[in-house]
Nanobody, 124 residues
């Protein structure tokens, strides 16, 4: 079964931190690059961060750079998103995704596997 399962979302005050986790099945995770996307109410899903298969390179949306950090533990088949200094505009459903190649991709259509999403709500 191919799956990605996110966890770690919740309600946090502005300035706080959360750490999202995404555990994948072997097919969804092994040999695949990964990324995090988010979708706020009434908005399109957008790229947040991406990481290569080996974790040797990462990329971030301008809106989260220097606040969020993506990482992965291939032995645990897990991708993380550490979110610091959260702002109300970070409120969204966050999705983990994986694609069957090495690099970092920025568009949804380039990803092959998706999680069900986890809600992050930041109060002011």
């Amino acid at each position: 079964q191919v799956q990605l399962v996110e966890s770690g979302g919740g309600l946090v005050q502005a300035g706080g931190s959360l750490r999202l986790s995404c555990v994948g099945s072997a097919r969804a995770f092994d040999n695949n690059g990964a990324g995090w996307f988010r979708q706020a109410p009434g908005k399109e899903r957008e790229f947040v961060a991406g990481i290569t298969l080996s974790g040797d390179a990462t990329s971030y949306a301008d809106s989260v750079r220097d606040r969020f950090t993506i990482s992965r533990d291939n032995a645990k088949r897990t991708v993380y998103l550490q979110m610091n200094d959260l702002k109300p505009e970070d409120t969204a459903v966050y999705y983990c995704a994986a694609h069957a190649s090495y690099g970092i991709y920025f568009r949804q259509k380039e990803y092959d596997y998706w999680g069900q999403g986890t809600q992050v709500t930041v109060s002011s």
